[in-house]
Every structure is written in C-alpha cells, then in structure tokens.
C-alpha cells in the first residue's frame, strides 16, 4: 500500500477535529486522511483524551433538588427501542461510513473496511450527536434509505437501491414548513447522495424525494 | 449502592433497574450540570441539557466501551456535544473568554471529591502553565465547540495564529500531563 499522504494538513485540522470544532468539509477530508493513516489517528486519539482531560474540570454545581426525580421520570417515559439497536442492521452493512467520511459512493468492498476505523473514529469524536435513519418508500416497497446526522453542520445521506431520477429531495419540517434540498440523479454504480442541511435533524418530519412520472418517495422520521 | 461501580451502575440502567439509574444521577449530576451550567450559562436551560445527557446515556448504554475511558469521562462527553449544540441553536450574547477561563480555573476541590479531583487539579495547573492566549483558544474551542476560524474572529488574529495557539496549546498540555503522569 502507498504511504498515505496528507499528514501536515492533517495534524493541522486534528485538535480541531477532536474538539468537535470542524466544519463538514474540513472534517471530511481529515477523516478521509486518517482512515489510511495509523499514525494520525493515534494522534487524534491523544488528542480526543486532552479534550476528555479539559472537559473535566469543568466545576460541579448540584442541580435543582428535583433533578434526579425528572431525568428518572423522562427514561421511565422514553422506554423504547434506542437508537442504536434501530440502527446496528446498518452500521453491520457498513452503509453509515459514507455520511461520515464525506459521502461518496458505497459500494460492497474492501474500502468499507478500512473505512470502518474512521467511523469509529468518528463516533467516538461526536459522541453524543444524534445518529439516525429512516426506511425511503416508493409507495409500499423499499427504495432505499436516508441517514441523519445532527452535527456541525448537519448531514443527510441518501443510499438507493437502484439508480435512477432525477430526484427534488425535498425536507418537511415537524412544522410543516418544506425545504428545497436540490437535485441528483443516480447512474452506473452510483447509489447514493448527500447534502448538508441547516435545520436540526430533530426537526424533520419527512424527506420526500420528488420525481416527474411517479408520486413522491417518502422517508418518514420518527423522533 | 454507592460501592458499586460506575459500569455495574451503568449496565443496570441499562436493563431497566431504577434504583442504578437514580445512583448513578445521584453520582454524576452535580458535575454534569456544572459543565453543562459552564458551557450554556442558563440555569434553565443547563437543566434540560444535563437530564437530556442521562437520558442518552441510558439510551446509549449497551455502546458504552469501558476500554475506551471511564463512565464519568463518557457522561460529560456526552454532556459536552450536547450543551454545545444547545448553544450553536440559540447564539445570543457574545461570549467572553476571560470569564469561561476564570471559572474554569478558579475552582478549589472539594473535600469529599478530592481524590478525583486531584488529576483534574493536575489539568488545571497546566491550562494555567500555558500562554494565555493559547488557553484561550483551547477554552473557547473544547468548551463552546469553537473552530479555528470562530476563534480567529472572536481573537480578531488571522486564522492561521488561530490554528497555531490551539495547536500549540494542546502539544503543550500533552507534554505536561504525560509529565504528570509518569
């Protein structure tokens, strides 16, 4: 394998990138380095327990009386499958890495393995962050799906089974309110998109794909 | 109860044992406010950011990896990614740097908490060893989840002095605490 290239640039970006501090495309392209590069991402790890390190000395202050008696009643509220359970199918495939390692295609290979390091790289950067999914219908059958994930800025990647388009992606707030996310179409080997969006992903109600000859594909998100 | 460990706390919240999950609030809740009290600043709001991050830590449980750092460590990870996109959604005043800093490093530790405290005595001592304007850089960014660019802005300095002071700060914190530690 060839020396992976890019170190300087990416050493410069890793506090940064530690920190939670990066910017989608900055990330992307760090993260694209280190999932080649052992060495850097040893540094990010240090880097990633300096920021451990600091956040802890943050001073405690006790919370209102009735703290620990409210974050009780909210779990007993929220009993339900978690995120992660809903999304191990997934993250088993692989399919995830795409979004976080700046969203190009996905395809079935070897890539994807090496790809899983950043990914858990990633994770363990942004944990925390909200990470999801919704199944993308046309009509009653599956056409592919779309991944959220609430970070800075935010991100959604759409994975199709088949290509095709074009698509209007189209974002439905839980208000009502629509957001035009622009177009793609998906050819070859192509079968997947991305886009960076400004809304919070617990915002969004539905993505609806539009397409000229056919009723929209719908991916509905349920907070 | 408070003899059992974090991860034994930890796994039976996770399986739905109440009596863990109000144990482990018990431990945690004054330092997970308190950072998220030092990231936001509105009580109000501090609130709903701590009990959100107990809410994701019950939730995220079975993901916990002891091998990678301690429950506490994980918690106010959490804690902290949470306050700071509190924070992005309702920018308001400017922040002022030399206040996060003071608070941060003006801190006595506690008597009942001062074994734990005393490695974050240690970090302190070397945020406070550093040029000042590289701890604030690193303030800014680990505790408002600043960029370089924000910084540059904030510091009015040019991006790449920016880039440096974090840079550099955080070489210089490393080589400190791996001092310390040894």
Redesign the interface.
Known sequence: MAEPSGCGQA??AI??LA?????GEERAAALGHLADCPACRRELE??T????????????????PS??S???A???E??RP????RLTPYLATGVVVGVLAGGFVWNATEADRRLAASYRTTL?V????YLTAAALYSGRELAGHVFGY?G?PSWLVFTMKKAGGPYQAVLVGVDGTTTDLGRFTLTGRQRSWSTTVDQ?IGRIAEIHLRRADAPDMVAGFHH | MWALSDESLLAG?AS?D?QA??AL??RY???V???A???VREPGL??EV??E????A???A??YDSR??AV???L???????A??AL??RREEPVDPQVLLT?????EP?DE?AQAAQ??EF??QA?RGLPLEQARA?AL???Y??????IAEIEGIPLGTA?TR??RG?AR??DQ?EVSDG
């Open positions: 050493r410069e506090p940064e920190m939670g501090a990066l910017s240090e880097a327990r300096m920021v451990d390190a600091l956040t802890s000395i943050a001073p405690a202050e006790e919370p209102p703290f620990e409210r974050v009780l909210r779990i007993a929220a009993r978690s995120l992660l359970r363990e942004a944990d925390g962050r609430q800075s919070p | 919240m739905g109440a999950a109000a609030v018990r809740q004054a330092r406010f308190g950072l009290r030092a990231i501090a609130e701590a009990q991050a107990f809410v994701r019950w939730r995220h079975a993901a990678r750092g506490s460590t994980w106010l990870a959490i804690t902290r990614n949470l700071i996109d992005r959604l608070r941060l490093l003006a801190v506690a908490a490695g974050e970090v302190r945020l690193i960014a680990v505790f989840g600043m960029s370089g660019r924000k880039k974090l840079r955080m914190l490393r605490l």
